[in-house]
């Protein structure tokens, strides 16, 4: 079985504080992804790694950033969190293989910015 | 641009009776569409992919490419099919990315 862990199934967090999220995956994945979940707005990429080292931008990345230095931990940090961030974090990672198409999710982090 | 639209929230059916959850697609190559599935306190997890053509836990979907479609079908929903749905399409950038619907919450009453 897949696994992927995230560090924290609930967070709180002031205005202003840098916040890490990590996602560990035991399966050798290339890629691996971080989104945010919002009723009614679906699941929105944040980044993506396809490489340790390596990040590319999702749809959403202003205010974040990643962290790949291993294969299997993607770390998620938000330098100065905000209210509008509060919301719920999943984690995935998939084979390196385009047009497989499955990735593996976390349970997520419910993250409330007070 | 690619992206792809659930246009009801929330779907709300009797059980027994069939299910259609509609998921739309813009996209102009060939496209890889998946529907995920997130039961009530679970992880988010893969329902079907539209290249294996198989039926998973009795839900299909097929492609269609004229209307740009890819809808979620059951000829008789059960209560435990009562979770949030999405619809995913793998974009054209070799990465494994996907592009997420909005979601459908399905709710199957007794």
């Known amino acids: 079985d897949v696994k992927v862990t995230q560090s924290s199934r609930y967070l709180v967090k002031r205005t202003g504080e840098k916040v890490f999220l990590e996602c560990v995956q035991d399966?050798?994945?290339?890629?691996m992804f971080w989104y945010r979940q919002d009723p009614g707005l679906g699941l929105r990429l944040i980044y993506f790694?396809?490489?340790?080292?390596?990040?590319e931008k999702g749809d959403i990345p202003e205010g974040y950033s990643v962290s790949r230095e291993k294969k299997e931990r993607f770390s998620l940090i938000l330098e100065s969190a905000s209210t509008n961030q509060t919301s719920m974090y999943l984690c995935?990672?998939?084979?390196?293989?385009?047009?497989?198409?499955?990735?593996?999710f976390g349970p997520g982090t419910r993250l409330t910015v007070l | 641009a690619q992206r792809v639209t659930q246009p009801e929230k929330l779907l709300s059916v009797f059980k027994g009776a069939p299910v259609e959850l509609k998921c739309n697609y813009s996209?102009?190559?060939?496209?890889?569409l998946f529907w995920y599935v997130q039961y009530s306190r679970q992880r988010l997890q893969l329902l079907l992919r539209?290249?294996s053509r198989e039926s998973i836990k009795g839900f299909t979907a097929d492609l269609n490419k004229g209307e740009t479609s890819f809808h979620l079908k059951k000829p008789f929903a059960q209560e435990e099919d009562s979770a949030m749905y999405y619809c995913?399409?793998?974009?054209?950038?070799?990465?494994?990315?996907?592009?997420f619907g909005q979601g459908t919450t399905l709710q199957v009453k007794p």
């Open positions: 539209h290249i």
């Open positions: 790694s396809y490489d340790v080292k390596m990040k």
């Open positions: 399966m050798d994945h290339e890629n």
């Open positions: 996209y102009s190559g060939s496209p890889e």
């Open positions: 995935a990672s998939s084979p390196g293989l385009a047009g497989f198409g499955e990735q593996f």
């Open positions: 995913a399409l793998e974009g054209s950038s070799n990465t494994g990315k996907l592009i």
